[in-house]
Nanobody, 124 residues
Framework: QVQLVESGGGLVQAGDSLRLSCTAS????????AAWFRQSPGKQREFVGG????????AYADSVRGRFTISRDNAKKQVYLQMNGLKSEDTAVYYC?????????????????WGQGTQVTVSS
């Protein structure tokens, strides 16, 4: 079992940067592939990026590639989402997710563990 708690959300202006953190508790976090998803009102939850458990390889949605960077610190049981060049369309609730698998998947239903979400609002 893993419990996830996100932090770092807030209100920023377009072009600003923000770093989200996801802190895990429970089993050693290195076993888990972690991902960030986001959901805005009226839209489905969408994959933002992920980092694998075995190789620390990363994957990103096309909409954020080159602007967002995901990383992890297994000793601290944390995963980070560095967001640069924020746009109004990045406004959403951001969720951290994890699963005991070596593979990153963009499908939300494949992740067993979820945080409560943190709001990111980008004003234009």
């Amino acid at each position: 079992q893993v419990q996830l708690v996100e932090s770092g959300g807030g209100l920023v202006q377009a072009g600003d940067s923000l770093r989200l953190s996801c802190t895990a508790s429970g089993r050693p976090f290195g076993y888990y592939t972690a991902a960030w998803f986001r959901q805005s009102p009226g839209k489905q939850r969408e994959f933002v990026g992920g980092v694998s458990s075995r190789t620390d390889s990363t994957a990103y949605a096309d909409s954020v590639r080159g602007r967002f960077t995901i990383s992890r610190d297994n000793a601290k049981k944390q995963v980070y989402l560095q967001m640069n060049g924020l746009k109004s369309e990045d406004t959403a609730v951001y969720y951290c997710a994890a699963d005991n698998t070596p593979m990153i998947t963009t499908m939300s239903r494949r992740y067993s563990y979820w945080g409560q979400g943190t709001q990111v609002t980008v004003s234009s």
